[in-house]
Structure formats: C-alpha cells, structure tokens
C-alpha cells in the first residue's frame, strides 16, 4: 500500500482546504495513510483547530487498535499553512471542503487558478452539488472532480468520485486510485445528478422518516430504532439489493414479484409535495432535544466516532471471512 501511494503520489504531498470536521478528517485519513499534508483555512482559528483536534481522535483509534504507528509519526505529517499558495505548493492533490455553498466554491476555484500547478488535482467534498456549477470555463476544469465522503472520512470508508462532463479521465482514475491507496472504499457515480447516490439514497429515507412524524404514524425515537435496531443491522455490511437478494428462497427476482406491488403501493401513496414544515421541524427538534440537549451534541459526536471506531474493529475479523 505504500509503495503504490509513493508511486502514485511521487513523494508529494496533499493540500486540504476548509478544516472544519470534514476537513481535519480527510487529514487523518491522508497523515494516517503515510502522506505529508498540508491544512489551510481561510479562517485561522479553525485551522489551528484542526491538528488538536486530530490529536484527539489519534488518541481513540489508538486505544481501538486502528493505528499501526504511534502518533508523533502521524501528527508529525501535518502542516498547518497560512495561505492557500503554500497549502498547494508541490502538492499532488488538494481536497477541498469548504462551505457547502457554490458561490464560495466558485470563489475557491478561481482562486486555486491563479496559484495551481499545472498538474494539481482539486477534489471537492461536497454532498451534493455538481462540479459542473462551480468549476467550468477555468484551465483548471479538467483537474477538478468531487470526491465525495461520509463524515467523517477517517472512520467511514466509502467516497463518491464524480467527474464533471469536462473532467479528464486520467483525473478520475488518479483520484479512484489515491482513495483506493488510502483504504477508502470508491464508488464512481458516472453521470452528474444532485445528491449523487449516497444523499439520494438518504434523502428518500429522511423524506419518508419525517413524513411518517408528520403524520403521527411513530415518533422519532420510535423511527430512530426502527433503522438502528433493525434495518442498519443488515446495511451495515451489506446494501440494500444484497439484502433483498438473500431474503427471498429464489432471490432478487423472486423478492421483486412477492413485494413489488407492496413497495409499488407505498409509493403511489406518498407525493412528497411537501416541504418540511417549520412547525413540523419544531417538532422533531423538540422529540430529539428530549433524548439529547444543545450542549451534549459534540459529547455525543465523539462517542459516535468512538462506536464507529469500535465497529471498524470488529468489521476487520469478518471481513478476512
């Protein structure tokens, strides 16, 4: 694996731009892997942040036994940059995760064309917004290609490479292929569309989710536990096709002609014409802050990363199987 990412990357290193929680985990994830990456953030503080932060999630997955090396070796492959043309000096790849707005992604664009080398790939974060709006009419179109994660990136393997219809195709394998050398898992979404996958797949869960509170079917612990307790049990090693496949005697087929007037009806039932209310957003925020206040959301973040961490764990034993 080191060997590749030396080959692939000949020695240089990796800018991330925007530091935030995304930001900072992508450096963890690229520092953990062997690279030396460079931070930047247009807002100082938030980049001085970012290495105690890492520190701080270094020393859980140490004490998960995620870490093959101890962590002065992989803080020590961070550095903190005061401008965006140090951040992307010599780099081989920058991962952009600013704020998820395309006037600001634009801004950044035009700004990383005016100090980038004719060779830097630009990656961007972003959940759901195309590279196609905010990133065309520049020399640096071709280099530019969403590599889209889950939050946060160090934990949760799965990227989204998503070129735009000007992106090189030598861009999208060198990005498949850097994710790939990293231990993320790729999936290559081969048209533009908003949301790409992962957020489509979501956004169809969250519009049912809130609808069926709305409706006074289950409130949201009630729905909570339904995907916690019993649908995220099976997603959590397998997708949703896999799942069907193997919950019928004949297969996906046979799953398809027994339930598909089921979810053919569930559908027709639903329009989805609706917003989410602000009474109805009331509501929910008031259901979760029964079960969670303000003031324990970022206690409550880091145990998520800590059951995250001990789920990786667990998943390396059965993933040899």
């Known amino acids: 694996m080191k060997h590749e990412l030396e080959t692939l990357t000949q020695g240089r290193p990796v800018a991330i731009v925007g530091a935030g929680l995304v930001g900072s985990g992508w450096a963890l994830l690229f520092a953990r892997a062997g690279l030396a990456v460079r931070i930047y953030d247009a807002n100082p503080a938030i980049s001085n942040a970012a290495v105690p ?16 090396e101890p962590a002065d070796a992989i803080l020590a492959r961070l550095t903190v940059c005061d401008s965006l043309a140090h951040a992307v000096e010599g780099a081989v790849y920058v991962q952009e995760s600013i704020l998820e707005r395309t006037d600001v992604k634009r801004a950044l664009m035009l700004e990383l064309e005016a100090v980038a080398a004719p060779d830097l790939i630009i990656g961007s974060s972003t959940s759901g917004i195309p590279a196609s709006a905010f990133a065309l009419g520049l020399n640096i179109t071709p280099r530019v290609v969403i590599a ?31 994710m790939d050398a990293v231990g993320q898992s790729v999936v ?3 048209k533009e569309v908003d949301g790409f996958v992962l957020n489509r797949l979501q956004a169809v869960l969250l519009r049912e989710a809130w609808a069926l509170v709305e409706d006074g079917v289950a409130s949201c612990e009630d729905i909570d536990k339904t995907v916690r307790d019993g649908l995220g049990w099976r997603w959590s090693f397998m997708g949703p096709f896999e799942t069907i496949d193997l919950n019928a005697v004949g297969g996906v087929a046979d799953y398809a002609q027994r339930l598909g007037p089921l979810y053919r009806g569930i559908a027709d039932s639903r329009t989805h014409e609706r917003e989410w209310s602000p009474e109805l957003i ?5 259901q979760r802050r029964e079960f969670l206040a303000h003031d324990q959301l970022e206690t409550r973040r880091a145990w998520r990363d800590r059951a995250l961490m001990a789920f990786s764990a667990q998943r390396r034993t059965f993933e040899r199987d």
């Open 53 to 68: 932060l890492i520190e701080q999630q270094i020393g859980d997955l140490t004490a998960h036994g995620l870490l093959s």
């Open 188 to 190: 290559h979404v081969r």
């Open 282 to 286: 009331a509501n929910i925020e008031a």
């Open 148 to 178: 889209h994660p889950v939050n946060p990136p160090y934990l949760v393997p799965v990227v989204e490479i998503v070129p735009s219809p000007e992106t090189a195709p030598e861009v999208v394998a060198f990005t498949a292929a850097l």
